[in-house]
């Protein structure tokens, strides 16, 4: 490529960015830079005058390193070292608008707000528009015109120049750009503000949630509880006998029963009492230890008269 004449040709920042820009500078600029990829801010903005109207030119821009130091920010003041990092040719983005007349690219202002940088050399694959830089150097922004494939000029404006961070160290500058770039509102105080109240309140929800899981419902056993009224007693004589506390003993079971029948029932005294102990008493478990059971028949039996033997035997 060949480099043209350039001196009718001129390039500044617009009236919207220069006063800005300037006051970054005054302020040290730092541009903030991300591994997702991050706007310039302020935004590179340019009027550009001199053209031919009538020809076809591309804009592109890149970044350039202003020297070769290394920078800290130590005890409130940046410090500077050699740079040991290993520098290529920087990455150019042409212009979105692409190829344009001359009289096209000077009617409005020429912005360059789609360019990303990041931290992260990996992420210059994601497209065209993203930029790596190296945390902690300072790069100036450099606007190049072609005509054709011939440079026809070069702008380097020196307060646009920056030192890249991945933290604000100048609390001048952050609240200066925090109160003017469109796309810091989450970090407004406003914005902040609302941001720690909601969470807050979501933290306290939370809180009484597990306060609830937590604690036990309180106990109910030192309440009062209404008494509910006993039944009025009944005239029936009581046996204390029909409640032995040895279970295991069927032939006492059987005597206290039939006698409770005996008591209960003076003129059903031929009652066979033995039909209904099945029913209230089912037949125990035979063991061999258990006593054999005595029972007396329910009625009167007849006794059997015992049978002759028979000594004859047929032929």
Known sequence: MSLLKMTDISV??????????RNCFELTNEMNITAPGRRIFPTLEYIIMGLDPSKYYVISMHFEFVDDKKLRFVGG?????????????PRGVFHQNGLQLGKDWMDKPLSFDQIRVTNRKSNEKKGPSFVHLFAQHRYIPVLTIYEGDQIVHISKIDYTAFITVTAYHSDALNQLKTDTNPYATGSRLDHRMKRQSASGGAES?????????????????????????SPAPIDVPTFPF???????????????????????????????????????????????DAPALDVTPPGKVEPVEPTEKDDTVDA
């Open 242 to 288: 029909l409640f032995p506390t040895n279970l295991s003993q069927p032939d006492v079971l059987l005597q206290q029963f039939q006698l409770f029948c005996q008591m209960a029932f003076p003129l059903q005294q031929s009652m066979n009492t033995n039909q209904f102990f099945p029913t209230f008493f089912p037949t125990p478990p035979f063991t061999p």
């Open 205 to 229: 929800n939370s809180q009484s949630t597990k306060k609830m899981k937590k604690e036990p419902e309180p106990s109910t056993s030192n309440s009062t509880v209404p008494s509910i009224p």
């Open 77 to 89: 003041k940046w410090t500077e070292s050699p740079s040991t990092e290993e520098k290529g040719l």
């Open 12 to 21: 500044s920042l617009s009236s919207n960015t220069d006063a800005l820009w």
